[in-house]
């Protein structure tokens, strides 16, 4: 060796991090994409129990609250009613009532016929499993 040319020690590799990431980044891209993001109710309604209920497809749903408020996405009252209609006739899967358990037996009639009235052949409403 010549004077003055010393060769540099080698600094220690420390651990890669990279293959973490890689996993962490495959285990956030599994969740997103095994997830349903829905919109938030318009209307706070927690379905009857029904002892026999089956589950529906994903179809429009129109919330009445236990006071006879109704609700489809942003419209409120009879514009609700009137959006969800259109909706429902634009949609392949049965239309879907969710109404609050409080909420009164007579008003949920009228509802349904009135819906009816609109063309809407058959309407389902939601119930939770007892």
Not at 33 to 40: E, F, G
Not at 52 to 72: H, I, Q, S
Request: net charge negative; aromatic share 6%; charged share 20%.
């Amino acid at each position: 060796m010549t004077p003055g040319f010393d060769i540099p020690p080698r600094r220690a590799q420390g651990e890669s991090i990279v293959p973490m990431i890689n996993v962490v980044f495959l285990l956030l891209i599994f969740f997103l994409m095994t997830s349903q993001l829905t919109p938030p109710e318009p209307i706070p309604a927690s379905p009857p129990v029904s002892r026999d209920g089956t589950a529906v497809e994903a179809a429009p749903v129109l919330y009445m609250g236990a006071d006879g408020t109704l609700g489809f996405q942003d419209a409120r009252a009879e514009a609700a009613v009137a959006a969800f209609a259109e909706a429902a006739r634009g949609n392949e899967g049965e239309a879907q009532l969710r109404a609050d358990a409080g909420a009164d037996a007579a008003a949920v009639a009228r509802l349904m016929r009135d819906l009816s009235a609109q063309g809407l052949p058959a309407i389902a409403l939601v119930v939770a499993p007892e």
